[in-house]
């Protein structure tokens, strides 16, 4: 079944193809170019690119804005799986524009942190840093915009190999086992995705010139297998088990890009197939996927509260994030479809926030461990701020994007609930405030124990943040605002998302 | 300008005041103009809150569309409900403001600033608020705010705690430091507000939209969604449990006792004039709109009913709490929880009895007169425990003579919260009683019992601090300068001038609220004044008799078994942390038990088992020929005995 946009709009210049191919082409030329230039540059390079990328993005995101979805010129027909197109629309409009944003900042929050992990490793490798860097990047776009489930996966594993070899090349740890596990893992899931599609014998989620495609299938089997090989790449609890040692052991720049980018993504595809392709049989799934949710939620959550290593604590919180956006999906209307999308642009602001800072503290004291930290508040004061606006974007208070997707996830939910009988509507509610009270706590009481309280810390004497690691407390800082900003702002992102949501993939009853 | 203008302004300038303060930070300014800055903002939201006021009349709504796809918009309401609050709000933030400058003085001065501002400029929002979403935002801005002042002094130097350090019952240790007490604030009370945000998701699911305005225009669509849904109770219960929690009632009171420690300037403003409030306001703006549609449908009573009693429990339980507490900040905190546990208990069991307005008059009676005196007592407290080093009250005593003004602005706040005639609080409390007095004797039993409790233990804190020798280690404790003085003077005065003036401020009260007569029972009126005038008679001839009370006989923590059980606040923190908080840290570390269990077999066993097996298929090839054929040999004859067992069974 087919369900026309609302108006679509074919752009005449290829500009998202170029906003994924520009980052690319950067990556390359940082290989090119290698040693003969200097970090500096390579640095600059790569923002440069995302600056472009993000400037040509910005005309197919004000037109996505009214409602319309913008297809690329550059598409083709490919015999027996669909056709191959880039479009943006109001479901893709937070998550793309997240992707590019971070991408960007990150890009420039590398250089520093590169420079001291390169230290340690004894030996500078910025050009093959950089197109790593790149190609991971621009995959993850490349993925978000896809309209096709192949072409989906192809972009997925752009992201798949480059990020692998970032977590060998500089990652800490056993990082060959480790960037190991991460491969064979998400891998697998991202398998499990393409099986599932070849069972449901359907791979477009947007034709363009016709319409969305929805009901595509109803075969429960390739539905399940979706859900798990999707579940995999945004690891809800039990599928979860690689998350911790990737994201913790990963160079601090990249575990910034996967936490909270690339599982997302995961949820977001979930959204094109799950209430998209499977919309006729999605609502079989509401419950268990609900319970699942806030499992997901509850799991994390209780399990950052045991941690002892700040990136280990922040990989378990993205799984209890995780269950947000699957949160979202389960209920399946279009307020918390939108919560869903809302949260996943708060978790990647917020959690690029807390990796960086976590990253910061490497870099500035040497250490991941919660027992050497406390009370940094004092000499660390813009990481201590952006922190406390972080967990403030993942727990959804105000004045901070969290705030909003909070606010449509549990509207969404309430609006469900009500229809499912009393018996079950006390049990969801009991969860739901369970798993998101639980969140607040876990970020309250991170943050107490390390920027608040007596300091710990004897590592090193004369922390000076805006020295040395001017360019992480600056980049960190303007992810966080940006966090601010869309609170007030958030229409420009809700709005359409819900539009799409509700003519596309609301499922009712 | 019209009313929205003014009350907008009045929200804005606090957060213009924040960001201003969070930029002359960073400029590193000195924390004077940090400060000034502050109550500079605090003053023009002052300002404006008043002309909003004189232009309430009537009532407006305005605002703009904020997020049509779920009807939030970000509206404001301004009528006399709101423009009485929102002054109260103001002005009392101003005051505290002026106060605070010296009391904080430098040592984290940006970050003072910035979440009081920030608070105020929150606590505005959420009383102008005619959206609940909007309405949810201030709330959950005042909540951040809370949390940061709490625990201001995150040094946790020990000045600042509550409890006796080494003290534990149940082995849960009763003493609290400030970012504990600031965690357990913010714990405590998200987990009303999700409820909370349940409750306002049913209504807007039912009217696609959640405001005040529409509500009143369409409750009968929600009831008849929660009557279809069979969800009454439960819903009224999430719809009220951010209430519940923001305001204290039992078993959330527990957050509020240890916020005390916060600078005291946060818990006089925050923790007792205003941000505690916010529940009660809340009540009184939802339950005249929701209750008449629910009773329609003969809905919702039962629920009512229940919740009064929550509240007058509460009301009992922190009274007798107050009597035995020796930290000054915290019998006021437990006061404070007591006295907001009236103003619910008025609002809900005039809900239950479907005569909603008399309640909400009882409660923003209450409201105001507690918010004045209470600010009153906080502030001087502050004055006394910073001058004296101390926070007990057995290092306290006979201070009149020292610090004269702090005496009289602290005994007429007393008065006034013991409910002595003529005092506002006098008023006050018979109004929040005579609603309360619709649900039966008992319950205005409970609530009489309760006054002669509160008189009882004001009596005995304004005797113990005041009176009789002093007991302190400072050698001459004396006032403290007057920009200290003054706010909390003032507000002291306020409360008698509150008390002899109420005749013309319960009319207008009357006409805010929009109630047409209101019934006085002299028989009430009667036994709440015998009760005020026994419990602190009493009290105070009790501790007379004592002279020249002994530094020994109260510096110890009580020790009889029902003193003890009062003074460890009815076991309910040790409850609450051996039933969910030490089990939920369990059941987290069993929980990463299992998870590293799960993961060991998984990417450790699992492996290991194909290494295994690679070692014994690599022990086969021993690069020998002859080997080879004897496998080829055993496969074909393996391969021919299946093929012959498979044609037989298929056969």
Redesign the interface.
Known sequence: MLVAAQSTWQLHLPLLWLSVAIPMVSGLLSILLNYRIRDKLHAMLAAVSWLLSLTLLTYPALIARDGRVVVDPFWAKMPGIGSFALFLDGASLPVALSVAVVSLIISVYSLPYMRHRFHELGGEQWGLYYLLYQLFTAGMLGAVLSSNGILFYLFLEVTLLPSALLIILYGYGERLRVGL?YLIWTHAGAILFLLGLFLAKSFDFYVPGQGYVVDASRSLLALVLVIIGLGIKSAFAGLH?WLP?AHAEAPTPISALLSPLLIGIGGYALVRVGPGLFHGVWHHASWPLFLWATLTMI?GG??V??QRDVKRLLAYSSVSQMGYMLFGLAVSN??AL?GSLLHYAAHAYGKAVLFGAAGALIVLLGTRSLDDMG?L?RSLSYTAGASLLGF?LISG???TLG??S???L??????W???L??MK??LS?LL??TA??LT??YS??TY?VM????PRNTLREGIDELGEAKAITLSITLLAVIGVLLFIL??FL??PA??VA?RVYEVAG | MDAYSLALAAVLSGYVASLLVILESLLRTGWRLQAWTGVAGVGVSAAASLLALISAEGGTVAGFDWLPSIGVKFALRVDLVSGIMGLLVAVISFLIAVYSVEYIGEWGAARYWVFYTFFVASMLLLVYADDLVTFFIGWEGTGLSSWALIGFYYDEREDAWVGDPGRRRLGVPMWFTPTHSALRAIAFTRLGDIAMLIGMGVAYAALGAVSLTILAEKGPLLAALVKGAGIIPLWLILFYMGALAKSAQFPFHEWLVTAMTGPTSVSALIHAATMVKAGVYYALRITPVIAPFLAAHALGAEAYSGLAWLSLITAFMTATMALVARELKLILAYSTASQLSYMLAAVFAAASHNDVGEGVLGGLAHLLSHAVFKASLFLVAGALIHELHSRYIDHMGGLRRFMPLSFISFMLASLSLAAIPPFSGWWSKDEAIEAISAMGHLASGVALVTALLTAAYTGRMLFLVFFNGYRGHVAHPHEPSWIMVAPYLVLGVASLAMGLTWPWIKTFLIHAVGVEAVKASPPIVLAGTIASVAGMGGTIAYYARKTGLPEASVLRAPTGVVAGFLYDRWLINSLIYRLIVYPGRNAAIALRRIDSAVDEAIHVFLPRIGVSMSAIVRRLQTGDVRDYLSYFMVGVILTALISALVVKLTG
């Open positions: 596990i088990f040692y799991y209780l399990l509260l045991v279009h307020e939108t009370g508040a403030m208070l105000p004045p705030l909003w909070e606010l449509y549990v509207f969404g939910y309430a609006k609930a009500v229809g009988g009393s509507f006390a509610a739901t405030i998101m009270t607040v706590i309250f009481q107490r920027f608040l309280g007596a958030v229409a809700a709005e819900s539009r509700s």
